[in-house]
């Protein structure tokens, strides 16, 4: 069996982190990656734990049994890639490092599966210039990096994302496409007609699709594989309303697979003719109530399928016999989502399974559609059970103005009526919340006897551009009052105890967090904000000394649009800002934020700081050294959610006084 193998290679057993529930649920995953080679013959894996570095491991597809692979001192094997059958290129990084005291970049180097021909591509060491190192042959500056698209697999070169940042601002020039030989090293720029900001590979695995954007316009060009000259397919504004299509995938040569809101309220996947340059109306795909989000399933270098994102992942296959592959791993793994990759150039009858649901994390296995044999191969976090997760719903409030909100719940395994609730809000603001599937801090909360609600507010995508629309120049204003009607929905349904309410967010979710304790603190009992916008001019400002990865662009044209002009709006940022609103928090809160946060600089937890010390507030003040938007190192993760246990106990846990 190929589960009793790897267990024995990553040095412990389940029974060792029993006694530690919180590891279980923070430490870090032991199977993180899976890739099928592109003959499916071989199945990479990166695994390792807190006690050993992520390696990467390459098993036979049909036995079981390990062919290859590697393991490097000091440091953790990060991203993994197939360039055929017999080559495979990795990133790096260190995971007991925090970004602020990583000093490389991601690198990149190729190695054949049996662990020879290693071959380093790309620079490590950031900022730093390969003039006077010890290197010996070509290799590529450090901004140099995968691109999601997998490529054609099927020679010695990949396509790899270079961008180029000004270097004053650090506002992001252009994204170059750079082909290289993982074999020779050598490499080529590919021609544009325009700074890129964006690529797309067509289902041959070659580069098809740029967009670029100047002066608040986005342009689709298309690169015709008849003549490799590049034409312009479409052009609409960056931040505007509606006209604006994104490239997500090929048909054939003739039709091109865009993201679209033509009809109604959602996104939908339609055909875009290329010799016309027209949209059908009638999508191929749409999805009820959510924008389409997904990517294109290519094998043989023809369209399969989509993976798609609803309520949770699933897959459209457009090919029969991938139709009855995944009816028939469906019926053997019930209950669970089944993605299925193929692999792209089958020589074999395996293909890739990735499994999960709200209570079971996801499982990796291998499925053969000749014999129907399924294999399973390892479970990222094999420490969890699932008769002991909470169920998780998605559900429907109706806010004050009657806008429909999505929300997710997740309650305790074992139910229960008026629990404490934690609102978890999520960070972007624009951006989908979550999804479901096992999430380790919802599930974490829950089985310490919370009710967990993920509100999907206005602002939040994937959901429609009603809601997404209803979200501008909102922060701290209807998008908080949707937060205070989540939780009277919850009051109202009997799932939540009044009394024993507190918020929890990162980002814009520590912002409304905040912003929650200065407005409505009769609905909360406490709160905790990590990595929190204090306040916006602040964040637009740079954060004073500190630079964050806010594109120019965004600025000039975004940032109106969403948030609204400093100057002008000056009123209402001052009347929602968490910073200059702080002597009004008078609940209890626990503050947390990295020294090396970029994109919410260190600047807003300082000065926060000062002004809740000024007021003599309640907070307990968490600050982590060497740590960027959030926590990467597992002693960190710990260490945190240790002191949200302990925190959510004294204030809304069983033992705690209410009012």
């Not at 279980?24 to 990479?44: D, W």
Request: charged share 25%; with cysteine; proline share 6%.
């Amino acid at each position: 069996m190929i589960k009793p193998f790897l267990i024995s290679l990553l040095g412990f057993s389940s029974m060792a982190q029993a006694a530690v529930p919180l590891q279980n649920f923070f430490a870090a995953s032991q199977f993180k990656q899976a890739e099928i080679s592109p003959s499916g013959r071989y199945l990479a894996l990166r695994i390792g734990n807190d006690k050993l570095r992520d390696g990467m491991v390459v098993l036979d597809s049909e036995t079981g049994a390990p062919v290859g692979g590697t393991r490097l001192d000091g440091l953790d094997v990060g991203q993994i890639r197939w360039v055929n059958d017999n080559r495979l290129v990795h990133t790096v990084v260190d995971h007991s490092l925090g970004p602020g005291d990583m000093r490389f970049a991601p690198g990149l180097y190729a190695i054949d599966r049996d662990g020879k021909n290693r071959r380093q591509l790309v620079q490590q060491a950031a900022y730093m210039s390969s003039t006077g190192t010890q290197i010996t042959h070509r290799i590529e500056p450090w901004n140099t990096y995968l691109m999601s698209d997998l490529g054609a697999q099927d020679s010695e070169s990949l396509y790899l994302l270079r961008p180029v940042w000004d270097e004053d601002s650090y506002a992001l020039l252009r994204m170059d496409l750079i082909q290289l030989n993982t074999s020779t090293g050598l490499s080529r720029f590919v021609a544009r007609p325009a700074a890129p900001s964006d690529w797309m590979l067509d289902q041959k695995g070659q580069p098809s699709v740029m967009v670029s954007e100047k002066d608040g316009q986005e342009t689709v060009h298309y690169r015709d594989p008849a003549n490799g000259e590049w034409r312009e397919l479409a052009r609409f504004k960056s931040y505007g309303d509606g006209g604006d299509i994104t490239p997500a995938g090929f048909i054939d040569d003739k039709r091109m697979l865009v993201r679209a809101r033509l009809k109604g309220d959602k996104a939908a996947l339609h055909v875009l003719d290329l010799a016309s340059g027209k949209v059908d109306p009638e999508p191929l795909v749409s999805l009820g109530d959510f924008d389409f989000s997904g990517g294109m399933v290519y094998s043989n270098k023809r369209l399969l399928g989509v993976h798609y994102v609803g309520d949770a992942r699933g897959t459209i296959w457009f090919d029969a016999n991938m139709k009855a592959v995944q009816a028939e791993v469906d019926k053997k793994l019930p209950g669970l989502i089944n993605i299925i990759t193929p692999p792209v150039a089958p020589e074999v009858p395996w293909v890739l399974v990735a499994s999960y649901s709200d209570r079971q994390p996801e499982t990796y296995s291998l499925f053969n559609s000749k014999t129907n044999a399924l294999k399973v191969i390892g479970i990222s976090h094999p420490d969890i059970k699932p008769a002991e997760m909470g169920n998780q719903e998605l559900v429907k409030i109706k806010a004050r103005d009657g806008l429909d909100l999505p929300a997710w719940l997740t309650l305790p395994a074992k139910g229960g009526k008026q629990s404490p609730l934690v609102v978890v809000i999520h960070g972007g603001p624009y951006m989908r919340g979550t999804e479901w599937g096992w999430s380790p801090e919802s599930q974490f909360l829950a089985s310490r006897g919370y009710a967990v609600l993920e509100p999907e507010f206005r602002g939040s995508t994937g959901y429609g551009n009603g809601l997404f629309k209803a979200g501008m120049k909102q922060w701290g204003l209807a998008m908080q009052d949707d937060i205070a009607d989540s939780v009277k929905w919850a009051v109202a349904q009997g799932y939540a105890d009044p009394r024993r309410v507190c918020l929890l967010g990162g980002s814009y979710g520590g912002y409304s967090t905040l912003m929650g304790l200065v407005r409505d603190p009769e609905l909360y009992r406490c709160g905790v904000a990590y990595a929190a916008v204090t306040d916006i001019p602040l964040l637009l400002d740079n954060g004073m000394s500190w630079a964050t990865d806010l594109p120019d662009d965004y600025r000039k044209f975004g940032v109106p649009v969403l948030l609204g002009d400093v100057k002008a709006d000056a009123e209402r940022f001052n009347a929602t800002s968490p910073l200059k609103q702080a002597a009004r928090i008078k609940r209890p809160l626990l503050l947390a934020h990295g020294s090396d946060d970029r994109r919410v600089p260190r600047e807003h937890f300082g000065k926060m700081r000062s002004a809740l010390e000024a007021s003599h507030a309640d907070v307990e003040y968490i600050e982590y050294a060497g740590e960027g938007h959030g926590w990467s190192t597992t002693e960190h993760r710990l260490d945190f959610w240790s002191r949200v246990e302990k925190f959510l106990d004294k204030h809304i846990g069983a033992g705690a006084k209410t009012e």
